[in-house]
Protein backbone atom coordinates (compact mmCIF):
# COMPACT_ATOMS: atom_id res chain seq x y z
CA UNK A 1 0.00 0.00 0.00
CA UNK A 2 2.70 2.76 0.48
CA UNK A 3 4.21 2.46 -2.89
CA UNK A 4 0.45 2.95 -4.42
CA UNK A 5 0.21 5.78 -6.85
CA UNK A 6 -1.68 9.35 -5.41
CA UNK A 7 -4.66 8.18 -7.80
CA UNK A 8 -4.86 4.17 -6.55
CA UNK A 9 -4.29 6.48 -2.91
CA UNK A 10 -7.46 8.46 -3.92
CA UNK A 11 -9.33 5.50 -5.03
CA UNK A 12 -8.66 2.83 -2.51
CA UNK A 13 -9.42 5.42 0.64
CA UNK A 14 -12.54 6.18 -1.75
CA UNK A 15 -13.25 2.31 -2.35
CA UNK A 16 -12.61 1.40 1.72
CA UNK A 17 -15.06 4.65 3.15
CA UNK A 18 -17.77 3.79 0.38
CA UNK A 19 -17.54 0.18 1.94
CA UNK A 20 -17.68 1.57 5.45
CA UNK A 21 -21.26 3.75 4.68
CA UNK A 22 -22.88 0.55 3.11
CA UNK A 23 -22.38 -1.47 5.75
CA UNK A 24 -22.45 0.98 8.57
CA UNK A 25 -26.26 1.07 8.60
CA UNK A 26 -26.99 -2.44 7.86
CA UNK A 27 -24.69 -3.46 10.63
CA UNK A 28 -26.27 -0.97 12.69
CA UNK A 29 -22.21 0.05 13.57
CA UNK A 30 -21.19 3.40 13.70
CA UNK A 31 -18.99 4.49 10.27
CA UNK A 32 -16.61 6.14 12.72
CA UNK A 33 -15.97 3.14 14.91
CA UNK A 34 -15.46 1.06 11.39
CA UNK A 35 -13.54 3.80 9.86
CA UNK A 36 -10.71 4.98 12.75
CA UNK A 37 -9.51 1.42 14.07
CA UNK A 38 -9.25 -0.19 10.68
CA UNK A 39 -7.55 3.25 9.16
CA UNK A 40 -5.01 3.48 11.63
CA UNK A 41 -4.43 -0.39 11.48
CA UNK A 42 -3.77 -0.64 7.80
CA UNK A 43 -2.95 2.87 6.19
CA UNK A 44 -0.27 4.70 6.45
CA UNK A 45 -0.76 8.08 6.88
CA UNK A 46 -0.43 9.11 11.25
CA UNK A 47 -3.18 8.66 13.67
CA UNK A 48 -3.24 12.24 13.62
CA UNK A 49 -4.89 12.88 10.56
CA UNK A 50 -7.08 9.06 11.06
CA UNK A 51 -8.60 10.69 14.29
CA UNK A 52 -9.74 14.04 12.26
CA UNK A 53 -10.66 12.59 9.27
CA UNK A 54 -12.83 10.16 11.80
CA UNK A 55 -14.58 13.31 13.43
CA UNK A 56 -15.72 15.22 10.68
CA UNK A 57 -17.17 11.95 9.11
CA UNK A 58 -18.91 12.19 12.42
CA UNK A 59 -20.09 15.36 12.24
CA UNK A 60 -21.35 15.33 8.47
CA UNK A 61 -22.88 12.22 8.99
CA UNK A 62 -25.19 13.48 12.11
CA UNK A 63 -25.70 16.88 10.56
CA UNK A 64 -27.32 15.07 7.38
CA UNK A 65 -29.66 12.91 9.50
CA UNK A 66 -30.81 14.76 11.84
CA UNK A 67 -33.05 17.06 10.74
CA UNK A 68 -34.98 14.20 9.22
CA UNK A 69 -34.93 12.32 12.81
CA UNK A 70 -35.99 16.05 14.45
CA UNK A 71 -38.43 16.93 12.45
CA UNK A 72 -40.08 13.33 12.39
CA UNK A 73 -39.53 14.21 16.29
CA UNK A 74 -37.65 10.98 17.33
CA UNK A 75 -34.82 12.92 18.06
CA UNK A 76 -35.04 15.30 21.31
CA UNK A 77 -33.16 18.77 21.16
CA UNK A 78 -34.40 19.31 24.77
CA UNK A 79 -32.03 16.36 25.73
CA UNK A 80 -29.20 18.97 23.56
CA UNK A 81 -28.74 21.52 25.75
CA UNK A 82 -27.79 19.99 29.34
CA UNK A 83 -26.14 17.15 27.42
CA UNK A 84 -24.14 18.82 25.44
CA UNK A 85 -23.38 21.67 27.82
CA UNK A 86 -20.96 18.87 29.40
CA UNK A 87 -19.89 17.05 26.81
CA UNK A 88 -18.64 19.71 24.46
CA UNK A 89 -15.89 20.63 27.27
CA UNK A 90 -15.18 16.78 27.59
CA UNK A 91 -14.71 16.33 24.12
CA UNK A 92 -12.34 19.49 23.17
CA UNK A 93 -10.53 17.88 26.81
CA UNK A 94 -9.93 14.62 24.91
CA UNK A 95 -9.07 16.43 21.63
CA UNK A 96 -6.06 18.06 23.20
CA UNK A 97 -5.06 15.37 25.32
CA UNK A 98 -5.15 13.37 22.52
CA UNK A 99 -3.30 15.30 20.33
CA UNK A 100 -0.54 16.21 23.05
CA UNK A 101 -0.04 12.68 23.46
CA UNK A 102 0.64 12.48 19.80
CA UNK A 103 2.79 15.11 19.36
CA UNK A 104 4.99 15.59 22.49
CA UNK A 105 5.25 12.16 24.00
CA UNK A 106 7.91 10.12 22.71
CA UNK A 107 6.06 7.26 20.97
CA UNK A 108 2.81 9.20 21.84
CA UNK A 109 1.82 7.28 18.44
CA UNK A 110 2.33 3.72 19.83
CA UNK A 111 0.01 4.83 23.24
CA UNK A 112 -3.00 6.24 21.51
CA UNK A 113 -2.86 3.29 18.69
CA UNK A 114 -2.60 0.45 21.99
CA UNK A 115 -5.40 2.35 23.72
CA UNK A 116 -7.45 2.30 20.47
CA UNK A 117 -7.13 -1.26 20.41
CA UNK A 118 -8.04 -1.84 23.91
CA UNK A 119 -10.89 0.80 23.62
CA UNK A 120 -12.19 -1.04 20.27
CA UNK A 121 -12.55 -4.38 22.49
CA UNK A 122 -14.25 -2.46 24.91
CA UNK A 123 -16.60 -1.12 22.33
CA UNK A 124 -17.29 -4.93 21.21
CA UNK A 125 -17.89 -6.12 23.95
CA UNK A 126 -20.69 -2.86 24.62
CA UNK A 127 -22.24 -4.27 21.01
CA UNK A 128 -22.56 -8.00 22.21
CA UNK A 129 -23.71 -7.41 25.93
CA UNK A 130 -25.83 -4.26 25.94
CA UNK A 131 -29.12 -4.98 25.77
CA UNK A 132 -31.72 -2.54 23.80
CA UNK A 133 -34.82 -1.78 26.14
CA UNK A 134 -37.64 -0.81 23.32
CA UNK A 135 -39.51 1.31 26.05
CA UNK A 136 -38.46 1.44 29.23
CA UNK A 137 -39.72 2.26 32.58
CA UNK A 138 -38.93 5.58 33.00
CA UNK A 139 -39.59 4.98 36.88
CA UNK A 140 -39.14 7.89 39.31
CA UNK A 141 -38.57 10.96 37.79
CA UNK A 142 -35.10 13.30 38.82
CA UNK A 143 -36.19 16.54 39.69
CA UNK A 144 -33.49 18.09 37.17
CA UNK A 145 -35.10 16.05 34.21
CA UNK A 146 -38.41 17.39 35.59
CA UNK A 147 -37.40 21.13 35.98
CA UNK A 148 -35.80 20.85 32.26
CA UNK A 149 -39.30 19.29 30.83
CA UNK A 150 -36.74 16.44 29.62
CA UNK A 151 -39.96 14.59 27.95
CA UNK A 152 -40.88 13.55 24.51
CA UNK A 153 -42.85 12.12 21.93
CA UNK A 154 -43.39 10.65 18.17
CA UNK A 155 -45.37 9.21 15.99
CA UNK A 156 -44.38 5.53 15.40
CA UNK A 157 -45.58 4.25 12.46
CA UNK A 158 -44.77 0.23 12.99
CA UNK A 159 -47.63 0.78 15.86
CA UNK A 160 -49.99 3.05 14.41
CA UNK A 161 -49.82 5.29 17.38
CA UNK A 162 -48.22 8.36 19.11
CA UNK A 163 -45.42 7.42 21.65
CA UNK A 164 -44.63 9.55 24.88
CA UNK A 165 -41.86 9.34 27.10
CA UNK A 166 -40.10 11.26 29.62
CA UNK A 167 -36.01 11.04 30.90
CA UNK A 168 -34.40 10.32 34.35
CA UNK A 169 -31.12 9.60 36.23
CA UNK A 170 -29.83 13.11 34.62
CA UNK A 171 -26.96 13.36 37.05
CA UNK A 172 -25.52 10.46 35.96
CA UNK A 173 -26.07 10.43 32.40
CA UNK A 174 -24.13 13.88 32.28
CA UNK A 175 -21.57 11.88 33.97
CA UNK A 176 -21.58 9.18 31.37
CA UNK A 177 -21.42 11.60 28.61
CA UNK A 178 -18.65 13.56 30.25
CA UNK A 179 -16.94 10.45 29.46
CA UNK A 180 -18.24 9.45 26.24
CA UNK A 181 -17.95 13.11 24.86
CA UNK A 182 -13.93 12.62 25.90
CA UNK A 183 -13.46 9.38 24.06
CA UNK A 184 -14.82 10.46 21.48
CA UNK A 185 -12.71 13.74 20.61
CA UNK A 186 -9.27 11.56 22.05
CA UNK A 187 -9.96 8.58 19.60
CA UNK A 188 -12.15 10.65 16.63
CA UNK A 189 -14.61 8.22 17.12
CA UNK A 190 -18.46 9.18 16.24
CA UNK A 191 -19.95 8.21 20.07
CA UNK A 192 -23.44 6.37 19.49
CA UNK A 193 -22.09 3.09 20.46
CA UNK A 194 -21.63 4.89 23.88
CA UNK A 195 -24.30 7.47 23.61
CA UNK A 196 -27.37 5.47 23.15
CA UNK A 197 -26.90 2.63 25.57
CA UNK A 198 -26.41 6.07 28.37
CA UNK A 199 -29.83 7.85 26.73
CA UNK A 200 -31.67 4.07 26.12
CA UNK A 201 -30.74 2.16 29.69
CA UNK A 202 -29.54 4.67 31.78
CA UNK A 203 -31.97 8.09 31.22
CA UNK A 204 -34.64 5.40 29.99
CA UNK A 205 -35.44 7.26 26.57
CA UNK A 206 -36.94 4.72 24.38
CA UNK A 207 -34.52 3.16 21.85
CA UNK A 208 -35.46 4.63 18.76
CA UNK A 209 -35.32 8.11 20.10
CA UNK A 210 -32.11 7.75 21.78
CA UNK A 211 -30.42 6.62 18.85
CA UNK A 212 -32.28 9.29 17.01
CA UNK A 213 -31.48 12.04 19.60
CA UNK A 214 -27.72 10.74 20.17
CA UNK A 215 -27.47 12.20 16.42
CA UNK A 216 -28.25 15.51 17.14
CA UNK A 217 -25.88 15.39 20.11
CA UNK A 218 -23.13 14.06 18.08
CA UNK A 219 -23.32 17.25 15.80
CA UNK A 220 -22.50 19.62 18.89
CA UNK A 221 -19.87 17.31 20.49
CA UNK A 222 -17.94 15.98 16.92
CA UNK A 223 -18.06 19.85 15.43
CA UNK A 224 -16.26 21.42 18.57
CA UNK A 225 -13.61 18.94 18.54
CA UNK A 226 -13.28 18.80 15.16
CA UNK A 227 -12.28 22.72 15.45
CA UNK A 228 -9.30 21.49 18.57
CA UNK A 229 -7.74 19.04 14.75
CA UNK A 230 -8.03 22.09 12.50
CA UNK A 231 -6.08 23.72 14.79
CA UNK A 232 -3.15 21.50 15.11
CA UNK A 233 -3.30 21.02 11.37
CA UNK A 234 -4.71 17.56 11.91
CA UNK A 235 -6.99 17.47 8.74
CA UNK A 236 -5.33 16.89 5.27
CA UNK A 237 -7.90 17.33 2.04
CA UNK A 238 -6.14 14.16 0.58
CA UNK A 239 -7.58 12.23 3.50
CA UNK A 240 -10.89 13.59 4.20
CA UNK A 241 -12.27 14.85 1.08
CA UNK A 242 -12.27 11.00 -0.71
CA UNK A 243 -13.12 9.53 3.28
CA UNK A 244 -16.05 11.82 3.02
CA UNK A 245 -17.38 11.68 -0.55
CA UNK A 246 -17.05 7.70 -0.18
CA UNK A 247 -19.10 7.83 2.99
CA UNK A 248 -21.86 9.86 2.21
CA UNK A 249 -22.58 7.73 -1.31
CA UNK A 250 -21.95 4.62 1.00
CA UNK A 251 -24.12 5.51 3.48
CA UNK A 252 -27.14 6.70 0.74
CA UNK A 253 -26.41 3.13 -0.67
CA UNK A 254 -26.34 1.38 2.51
CA UNK A 255 -29.81 3.07 4.11
CA UNK A 256 -31.79 1.68 1.16
CA UNK A 257 -30.41 -1.51 1.76
CA UNK A 258 -31.08 -1.43 5.04
CA UNK A 259 -34.83 -0.26 4.61
CA UNK A 260 -34.82 -3.79 2.69
CA UNK A 261 -33.02 -6.14 4.73
CA UNK A 262 -30.22 -5.94 7.69
CA UNK A 263 -29.23 -10.15 7.68
CA UNK A 264 -27.36 -10.77 10.86
CA UNK A 265 -24.13 -11.86 9.38
CA UNK A 266 -23.16 -8.67 8.19
CA UNK A 267 -23.03 -7.92 11.88
CA UNK A 268 -21.47 -10.58 12.44
CA UNK A 269 -18.45 -10.26 9.63
CA UNK A 270 -18.06 -6.19 10.86
CA UNK A 271 -17.30 -8.10 14.29
CA UNK A 272 -15.16 -10.20 13.21
CA UNK A 273 -13.36 -7.18 11.20
CA UNK A 274 -13.44 -4.72 14.30
CA UNK A 275 -11.57 -7.82 16.40
CA UNK A 276 -9.21 -7.67 13.49
CA UNK A 277 -8.31 -4.58 13.66
CA UNK A 278 -8.39 -4.46 17.35
CA UNK A 279 -5.36 -7.30 17.33
CA UNK A 280 -3.73 -5.28 14.72
CA UNK A 281 -3.81 -1.80 16.44
CA UNK A 282 -2.79 -3.88 19.61
CA UNK A 283 -0.20 -5.58 17.93
CA UNK A 284 1.08 -1.84 16.12
CA UNK A 285 0.75 -0.11 19.78
CA UNK A 286 2.97 -2.76 22.04
CA UNK A 287 5.69 -3.20 18.72
CA UNK A 288 5.84 0.54 18.73
CA UNK A 289 6.35 0.73 22.66
CA UNK A 290 8.43 -2.41 23.48
CA UNK A 291 10.43 -2.24 20.08
CA UNK A 292 13.59 0.21 20.78
CA UNK B 1 -53.16 9.14 10.17
CA UNK B 2 -50.73 12.25 9.45
CA UNK B 3 -52.92 14.74 11.63
CA UNK B 4 -51.55 12.15 15.08
CA UNK B 5 -48.23 13.40 14.28
CA UNK B 6 -46.50 15.86 17.76
CA UNK B 7 -45.79 19.00 16.07
CA UNK B 8 -41.88 19.75 16.30
CA UNK B 9 -41.46 22.79 18.96
CA UNK B 10 -40.12 25.79 17.49
CA UNK B 11 -35.92 25.18 18.65
CA UNK B 12 -36.50 21.78 16.99
CA UNK B 13 -37.47 23.21 14.11
CA UNK B 14 -35.21 25.81 14.15
CA UNK B 15 -31.94 23.58 14.88
CA UNK B 16 -32.80 21.28 11.80
CA UNK B 17 -33.74 24.08 9.42
CA UNK B 18 -30.20 25.17 9.94
CA UNK B 19 -28.31 22.02 10.23
CA UNK B 20 -30.04 20.75 6.76
CA UNK B 21 -29.67 24.40 4.83
CA UNK B 22 -26.27 24.98 6.24
CA UNK B 23 -24.78 21.74 6.72
CA UNK B 24 -25.76 21.30 2.57
CA UNK B 25 -23.77 24.50 1.35
CA UNK B 26 -21.16 23.81 3.53
CA UNK B 27 -20.77 19.87 2.25
CA UNK B 28 -21.10 21.64 -1.44
CA UNK B 29 -18.10 23.62 -0.52
CA UNK B 30 -15.58 20.89 0.66
CA UNK B 31 -17.06 18.98 -2.17
CA UNK B 32 -16.16 21.15 -4.51
CA UNK B 33 -12.92 22.46 -3.85
CA UNK B 34 -11.76 19.00 -2.43
CA UNK B 35 -12.41 17.53 -6.38
CA UNK B 36 -10.71 20.80 -7.25
CA UNK B 37 -7.56 20.03 -4.62
CA UNK B 38 -7.79 16.04 -5.90
CA UNK B 39 -7.12 17.09 -9.61
CA UNK B 40 -4.34 19.15 -8.83
CA UNK B 41 -6.07 22.21 -9.73
CA UNK B 42 -3.91 24.99 -7.88
CA UNK B 43 -2.83 23.68 -4.58
CA UNK B 44 -0.68 25.57 -1.90
CA UNK B 45 0.81 21.50 -0.88
CA UNK B 46 0.86 19.21 -3.60
CA UNK B 47 0.03 15.66 -3.20
CA UNK B 48 3.47 14.21 -3.69
CA UNK B 49 4.59 16.23 -0.75
CA UNK B 50 1.62 15.42 2.08
CA UNK B 51 1.93 11.79 1.17
CA UNK B 52 5.80 11.89 2.24
CA UNK B 53 5.23 13.36 5.15
CA UNK B 54 1.37 11.76 6.22
CA UNK B 55 2.96 9.35 8.39
CA UNK B 56 4.50 12.22 10.96
CA UNK B 57 2.13 13.22 13.57
CA UNK B 58 0.72 16.24 13.24
CA UNK B 59 3.42 19.02 14.23
CA UNK B 60 5.94 17.10 12.90
CA UNK B 61 4.06 16.57 9.36
CA UNK B 62 3.72 20.51 9.51
CA UNK B 63 7.59 21.37 10.56
CA UNK B 64 8.63 18.96 7.32
CA UNK B 65 5.90 20.86 5.32
CA UNK B 66 6.03 24.37 5.94
CA UNK B 67 9.14 25.24 8.20
CA UNK B 68 6.71 25.38 11.53
CA UNK B 69 3.91 23.82 13.62
CA UNK B 70 0.55 24.53 12.79
CA UNK B 71 -1.19 26.46 15.38
CA UNK B 72 -4.40 28.19 14.69
CA UNK B 73 -5.85 28.80 11.32
CA UNK B 74 -2.93 30.88 9.23
CA UNK B 75 -1.71 27.32 8.09
CA UNK B 76 -4.53 27.64 5.83
CA UNK B 77 -6.57 30.87 6.24
CA UNK B 78 -2.96 33.00 5.16
CA UNK B 79 -3.08 31.43 1.64
CA UNK B 80 -7.22 31.47 0.66
CA UNK B 81 -6.58 31.55 -2.78
CA UNK B 82 -5.74 28.08 -3.44
CA UNK B 83 -7.91 24.99 -3.62
CA UNK B 84 -6.22 23.11 -0.52
CA UNK B 85 -6.94 25.80 2.02
CA UNK B 86 -10.29 26.84 0.40
CA UNK B 87 -11.11 23.03 1.20
CA UNK B 88 -10.43 23.65 4.66
CA UNK B 89 -12.54 26.60 5.05
CA UNK B 90 -15.36 24.55 4.02
CA UNK B 91 -14.50 22.04 6.77
CA UNK B 92 -14.50 25.00 9.40
CA UNK B 93 -17.84 26.34 7.48
CA UNK B 94 -19.62 22.46 8.39
CA UNK B 95 -17.71 22.75 11.92
CA UNK B 96 -19.60 25.78 12.62
CA UNK B 97 -23.10 25.11 11.69
CA UNK B 98 -23.92 23.14 15.02
CA UNK B 99 -23.07 26.44 16.66
CA UNK B 100 -25.40 28.69 13.84
CA UNK B 101 -27.91 25.31 15.09
CA UNK B 102 -27.80 26.38 18.73
CA UNK B 103 -27.92 30.35 18.51
CA UNK B 104 -30.98 29.96 16.60
CA UNK B 105 -32.31 27.64 19.61
CA UNK B 106 -31.59 29.85 22.34
CA UNK B 107 -34.19 32.50 20.95
CA UNK B 108 -36.78 29.54 20.86
CA UNK B 109 -36.16 28.13 24.40
CA UNK B 110 -37.84 28.63 27.74
CA UNK B 111 -35.42 30.66 30.59
CA UNK B 112 -33.55 27.69 31.75
CA UNK B 113 -32.87 26.04 28.49
CA UNK B 114 -32.32 29.44 27.07
CA UNK B 115 -28.96 29.70 29.76
CA UNK B 116 -27.94 26.26 28.88
CA UNK B 117 -28.15 26.78 25.33
CA UNK B 118 -26.29 30.14 25.77
CA UNK B 119 -23.40 28.76 27.87
CA UNK B 120 -23.11 26.07 25.23
CA UNK B 121 -22.77 28.77 22.45
CA UNK B 122 -20.39 30.22 24.68
CA UNK B 123 -17.89 27.33 25.23
CA UNK B 124 -17.81 26.11 21.51
CA UNK B 125 -17.32 29.56 20.66
CA UNK B 126 -13.89 29.33 23.25
CA UNK B 127 -13.38 26.10 21.92
CA UNK B 128 -13.25 27.68 18.53
CA UNK B 129 -10.70 31.34 19.66
CA UNK B 130 -8.87 29.32 22.32
CA UNK B 131 -5.55 28.52 19.86
CA UNK B 132 -5.34 31.88 18.94
CA UNK B 133 -6.32 34.19 21.91
Request: glycine share 10%.
Amino acid sequence: LETASLFQWIVVLFLFTLTIGIIAPISGVGGGVLFVPIATAFFPFSVDFVRGTGLLMALISSISSSPRLIRAGMANVRFVSPVATVSIITSVLGSLLGLYITNNLERGESYITLTLGILLLFIILMMILSRRVEFPEAGKVDPLSRILGLRGEWYEPSMGRVVSYRATNLPWGLLAFGGVGFLAGMFGVGAGWASVPVLNLVMGVPIKAAAATSMAIITVNSAAATWVYLARGALLPLVCVPSVIGIAVGAWIGARIAEISRPRAVRYVVMVILVFAAAVDLTKGLQGLLVP
Amino acid sequence: MEDQHPAVDGRGEAYSRVLGTCGAFGIGLVVLFGLLYLVGVNPRYDAATVTRYWDRPAGEYWIQVKGSEAVGYSWFASDPGTTDSLTMFGIGFISLVPLFGTIAMVFRAEPLHRFLLALLAAEFIYAILRPII
